[in-house]
Each structure stands twice: as structure tokens, then as C-alpha cells.
């Protein structure tokens, strides 16, 4: 099963791995993307992440369906965190289960790099000093053929 | 027609609203829509050329035909993950 | 703190994600190695695992300080599981965390490819008929100088 | 001199034991021993001419010489992860 979603919660890191798994899967890959206590030099004190949310749910569960070709299973959970968040706290975490590890590794490196590139989602950091700043970010690249319409 | 267009982020802050309702002739594209944006100035005028934007929530392309109704979202670059 | 153990206990997942992490991290990544229901076409009830438990230990404290060297950190933790294992149980556990992702992917794909190659360790499986056999391996490729000496 | 020999997995069951000690000459080479160990036939002679090998837990070449007390364990082709 194939599950995508945005949320405000914190991210559930056991419940995420508990979505994949199956008895045919040798292989099962947790990744987490989490706040850090500086960028590019300056030391954050916290992130926050706000999301069109109703298109990057449509985004999330497109990539996910992408990925999980490679994949060759429908074993694929990915949740992205929005809000306010402290450092070490995961802002997105992806699950894939599958019966051989490289195509587990690929997939899940997939998912992470096509959330960079695409999802409609943006970044404002809180630095130690008190001020705060949108972190510079991609111009978003639709993969898909349908992503650019004419 | 009328469509919605939606800002987000730092394109939120610039404009300083989330949401603006246009009036277009109808035909119009998206470039005609940011093209009328700019228009606008006060913040709007500081709105890229050829912004990133999606039309009912996909990435769509400048020449991209507008219809009544669309949702019209400009993307700032993205920093998720 | 690189962490290394080969143990006879159930593989604790969330304790092995506790021991990496660090505030300047931006990237973790958990693989878990789970008992598969079939190999090679026969379906399998367990497996069981046997090491050369000095000389693992050794080695895969080896593997995990080549690997932090990929990571840029030493956030390291790899536990391999030995004895009785059923469907769906972890054999293996790498947990890795660095700022940046792509040096978590990198280092977590050599341990566990070096695990493949040189942890001495086999497998034996028990089929659904009531047969067992010794899973066929690989003839074991030091990695390091010092590891074939003349 | 007196060296260990260490068997494990399927080789432990083709000699029938996991452990043997083996006497030795001095200046003996891991090639001498492996000659040795196939020597005593029941088993011992379906080992590898050339099994991989560690001597003190680190993988050691065919030439590599032996010591007094010295830890010789053959390793099957290894199936961990």
C-alpha cells in the first residue's frame, strides 16, 4: 500500500516503518530528513515548513507512485511535516520495503531527491540571533509529462 | 472570467496577501495572468517574469490556456525535504 | 560513537536509530536485512545464523570506521543478529546519520555491502517441506591492505 | 609447533567438527596446514584446495606463516547481511 501524506504532527518515525514490511521484502529502508542546528554557517534555532497543501498531497502521492515502480512494490510510505519545528525533529520521513536492497536504496533516494525538486513546499528559518529568513530554495522542475502543460 | 490565484512564502510576504480573485478577458493564458499581476504593482511588481505556477494544483506552463474557476498558484522556489 | 554488536537478541530498531543523530545532522537513514518467505523460488520458514563471532566482530568494527569515513561523521550503528530467526525478523540493522543525505545513502549501501562480502557469517534455511540447507555464499574478499597478508 | 584450526556452517559439517588442533613444522605456511587438514581424509578431504582463510580473525593469503598457538579457521563463502 502506497501511503502519502502532509501533516502538522510529529512524525510517528515506528508508525511510518510499521506501513511498509511484507513477507516477501528482504530489504527495508527508513529515511529521515531532520532539522539541523545551522545552514550554510548560520546557527538555527528551529525551521518552519509551509506547504500548498492540497497540491502537495496530489505532488507527494504522484512521486510515491513513481517511485514505487522502481521499487517494484507498492511498499512506499512518505510524510512531510509542516509547521514549527526544534532541531532534531524529523520534517519528512520515508519507509520502503522491497525483496532486494537496491531497488530499495534507489526508490527511497528517488523520493527524497523528487521532494527537492518539486513539491510545493517551503522553508523559513529562525536563526539564534532572532531573526528569520526563507531559505533559498529550487525553482520547482515538474518530472512527469503532464507536469508541464502546454 | 475570474480565476483565484494564490500566493505562497516569501511571494505571501511580497504581495501581502494569500489570495487575489483577477478578472481576465476570456483566452487569456498564464503569462496574461502574471502579466496583469505585475500590472498591479505594490509588491506584486517584484513577482518574477515567468514565475513557476501550477494550475489547479499541477505545474503548468506560461502558455498554459486559463479557464473560469482555475486556481492559479505562483511557486516560489521550493525548499522541502 | 560508531556502535558495532553481533547478538543472539531480537534486533531493537528504535534502539539502534538512538544511537546516531547529532544536532548538526540534516540526514538519517535505517536499513533493516528481514527474513524473506522464499529464496530462490523455495518457500522458507526461518533461517539461521551462524558467525565466527571473534572474527565478526572485528570486522564489522572494521567496516563501520571505512564507513564512517564515507559518512564525514561517526554516527555509525550496525548490529548483526545471529541464531534462530523467523519470517519478517531483522538480521541486520545499519543506522547512520551526517548532515548531508547523499554521504548517509553512500555509507549505509557500503556497510552493507561489505557485510555481503566479508562478514564471516552464514545462513541456514529451513524450507516448508521439512528440509534445511546452507544458504550458497561468496568466497569472502578481504576489503583492506592488511586484510590478506602475504 | 601447535596450531588451532577453527571449521564453522557447512564445513563444520563435512569434517564432523569445529575445532581441531594440528602439529606442525616450524615455518609452516597456511598452504601447509590446508595440506595437512585434506590429508586425514573422512570429510577433511572435500575442503577447498585454497579455502579462504583467517589466521588470528584476519583474512590471511596461502603463504602467509604460521606461529606456535596461532588461530586457523577455514571460512566458507560467507552469506551474512
Known amino acids: 500500500m502506497i501511503f502519502t501524506a502532509i501533516t502538522s504532527d510529529p512524525i510517528d518515525t515506528a508508525g511510518v516503518l510499521a506501513k511498509v514490511g511484507h513477507a516477501e521484502d528482504g530489504a527495508v ?14 546557527p538555527v534555532s528551529g525551521v518552519g515548513y509551509e506547504a500548498y497543501a492540497e497540491m502537495a498531497e496530489g505532488v507527494l502521492a504522484e512521486l510515491a507512485a513513481e517511485a514505487a515502480e522502481r521499487l517494484t512494490t507498492d511498499r512506499i510510505a512518505v510524510i512531510h511535516r509542516v509547521g514549527e519545528l526544534g532541531i532534531g525533529e524529523a520534517s519528512v520521513a520515508i519507509a520502503v ?19 527537492k525538486k518539486r513539491l510545493p513546499v517551503w522553508k523559513h528559518e529562525r536563526y539564534s540571533d532572532g531573526t528569520t529568513d526563507w531559505v533559498e530554495g529550487r525553482r520547482p522542475e515538474p518530472a512527469s509529462p503532464e507536469g ?3 | 472570467m475570474r480565476i ?5 512564502a516569501s511571494y505571501k510576504e511580497l504581495v501581502g496577501t494569500g489570495e487575489l480573485w483577477l478578472d481576465l478577458p476570456a483566452g487569456s493564458t498564464v503569462s496574461d495572468a502574471v502579466r496583469e499581476i505585475r500590472g498591479k504593482g505594490r509588491g506584486f ?9 501550477a494550475v489547479n494544483r499541477t ?8 479557464a473560469e474557476g482555475d486556481e492559479l498558484a505562483f511557486i516560489p522556489p521550493v525548499a522541502g525535504g
Open chain 1, 97 to 115: 520495503s522491497s525483496p532486494h536492497r537496491a531497488e530499495a536504496y534507489e526508490a527511497s533516494r528517488y523520493v527524497i531527491e523528487e521532494i
Open chain 2, 45 to 53: 511588481d517584484i513577482l518574477p517574469d515567468e514565475p513557476a505556477v
Open chain 2, 4 to 8: 483565484r490565484t494564490l500566493f505562497f
Open chain 2, 59 to 66: 505545474y503548468a506552463a506560461a502558455a498554459h490556456p486559463l
Open chain 1, 29 to 42: 529502508l527508513l529515511f529521515l530528513g531532520v532539522v539541523r542546528d545551522h545552514n550554510d554557517g548560520r
Open chain 1, 148 to 150: 508541464t502543460r502546454a
